[in-house]
């Protein structure tokens, strides 16, 4: 199983069509082998000149990680694999970097590090109220993020996501991220549709260097939930969204698209320019946070004209997201919501249309601790499939319902895909 897993990462990490998916950052100045890591590509800061040439010696990929502001006078060493900037950069200087680097890769470094913040503070009416332990949980989450870095993109291309460590508790400080911690990440990298830069804590590699039965232990599961993800690169897949967010700037009203997430409403964010018949088929509800021209109101008119869905135009950006997404997950009601999810208040799911009408739905639950999960999936399907990282595909039982298929994932840990599919 080790040997396969190894294979399958080198492949994915020397093919130049196919993205990695997770490339590991290191920071020390020695390395373990690639045989004992068991992968091909590592991603070092620039000071790290020592630990780069180690690596290259040992027949590691290498990239170096920049920041924006060093883009102009950084000049690659010899061996590497090409350049990875963190943040943004102008295209001019971009290409100017390209002629000295074999790649040149940006990092989004706007994401933080997933996990559960349960004192989740909100506003209500000049009042700041502080969310009691039965509350749903907020979720420091990335989803929204990919999405929106990901329409930006040209086809083909993926969103490379990256942040530093965010201490959730003071004996984190030292620590650094737990197992579980890492998987989460790679899960939700890997669920939404975009690649990871992965910073390993200090600690965690030392661990490591010095083969910590318990560090070599972590790192394999590591590296089965890295591998588990791969395959998502190559997965003939497309989002399904039934909700438009009319805005050119997503950004201004992120946490309009946040909160859509955060409740499971997966959507497509369209630039009032592009509004046409052809960007909003499938969708049932509009969600308009930008002023309209003549002509994209005129197709407003003929979208709800033809009763196609229901159209919002807030006045305003909700001073309340989160109320707000509420009211567009009742607005939309069960039969036309693509997924519901019960008893799972820690669990992100996106949906993606597969051919022969089938459906994958990736799921991720930030707790980290095993559940029972129930899901509603709209459409009616003859056989559900359920596979977990480091676990065998199953079969589980389903029911047909009111246009619906329910199902319950058995024991959801951290990550899973389902695969729905039609019969002939």
């Given at each position: 199983m080790r040997l396969a897993i190894a294979a399958i990462l080198a492949l994915l990490a020397l093919s130049p069509d196919a993205s990695a998916e997770v490339l590991i950052r290191w920071d020390l100045s020695s390395v373990p082998s690639p045989q004992a890591l068991g992968i091909a590509t590592l991603v070092f800061p620039a000071?790290?000149?020592?630990?780069?040439?180690?690596?290259?010696?040992q027949g590691y990929r290498v990239y170096v990680e920049i920041d924006a502001a060093q883009a102009a006078a950084f000049s690659p060493l010899d061996g590497i694999a090409g350049v990875i900037v963190k943040g943004t950069i102008a295209p001019d200087l971009r290409e100017r970097l390209a002629q000295r680097a074999k790649a040149v890769r940006a990092a989004d470094d706007r994401g933080k590090w997933p996990h559960i913040r349960t004192n989740w503070v909100t506003r209500n009416k000049d009042v700041l109220q502080v969310t009691n332990r039965s509350s749903q949980p907020w979720l420091e989450n990335n989803s929204a993020l990919i999405k929106i870095g990901a329409d930006r993109l040209a086809e083909g291309q993926r969103v490379l996501l990256t942040y530093a460590w965010q201490p959730v508790t003071v004996a984190d400080l030292d620590q650094g991220p737990r197992l579980e911690n890492y998987l989460v990440a790679i899960a939700e990298a890997g669920s939404f549709g975009a690649d990871l830069l992965l910073p390993l804590h200090e600690g965690f590699e030392r661990a490591l260097l010095a083969g910590a039965p318990g560090a070599r232990a972590d790192w394999t599961e590591i590296r089965t939930s890295i591998d588990f993800y791969a395959w998502s690169v190559s997965l003939p897949q497309q989002l399904l969204a039934n909700v438009a967010v009319v805005t050119g700037d997503p950004m201004r009203t992120f946490e309009i698209e946040n909160l859509l997430v955060r409740h499971n409403l997966p959507f497509a964010v369209v630039p009032p320019a592009t509004l046409t018949p052809e960007t909003l088929a499938g969708i049932d509800l509009v969600i308009v946070l930008d002023a309209l021209d003549g002509r994209a109101k005129q197709r407003i008119q003929e979208y709800t004209a033809a009763g196609k869905g229901r159209v919002v135009e807030p006045a305003e950006v909700p001073a309340d997201p989160n109320t707000f997404a509420l009211e567009m997950r009742q607005l939309l009601?069960?039969?036309?919501?693509?997924?519901?999810?019960?008893n799972g208040?820690?669990?992100?799911?996106?949906?993606?249309?597969?051919?022969?009408?089938?459906?994958?739905?990736?799921?991720?639950?930030?707790?980290?601790?095993?559940?029972?999960?129930?899901?509603?999936?709209?459409?009616?399907?003859?056989?559900?499939?359920?596979?977990?990282?480091?676990?065998?595909?199953?079969?589980?039982?389903?029911e047909v319902r009111n246009g619906g298929t329910e199902f319950v994932l058995p024991a959801l840990r951290i990550g899973a895909r389902v695969f729905l599919n039609r019969m002939p």
């Open positions: 000071a790290q000149e020592q630990g780069i040439k180690q690596a290259l010696a009601g069960g039969e036309r919501r693509v997924v519901d999810i019960w208040i820690t669990v992100l799911v996106a949906p993606y249309s597969r051919p022969a009408g089938g459906v994958v739905l990736t799921v991720v639950n930030y707790a980290a601790q095993a559940l029972p999960i129930q899901v509603r999936v709209r459409g009616t399907f003859s056989e559900v499939q359920y596979e977990a990282p480091g676990q065998p595909a199953v079969l589980l039982p389903f």
